[in-house]
């Protein structure tokens, strides 16, 4: 791979083969510094990304949880519980005169 290029270069810019490996050395230790720069922003994004899918998720649950915090007091609604004591249970009014009041003080 680097034979080609060497083969290029001394033919064209007749660069010694310390200058060629200089210039290699050089060129690979610029691209490690270009993505030591660029590698915390790559990295922003992709939690920037990560946030979004998770704040998406929280609301989605959050939503849900409401929901569910309805439908949790419907079931528990008084007026209902009446009604399914009545209907399926077959439970009955007492008489008013079987009814007795404690009042406590």
Known sequence: MFDGARRLIKGRLHVSSKDFWMVISVSILFMFWALALVWPDIKKIKLAYEYQD????H???SRENHL???ERESLRS???VHLLAKNEVGM???DENRVTTIFLK
């Open 92 to 94: 009955e009014e007492p």
């Open 59 to 61: 609301e989605d649950l």
């Open 54 to 57: 998770l704040a998406k998720e």
């Open 78 to 80: 008084l007026s209902r």
């Open 68 to 70: 569910l915090k309805l």
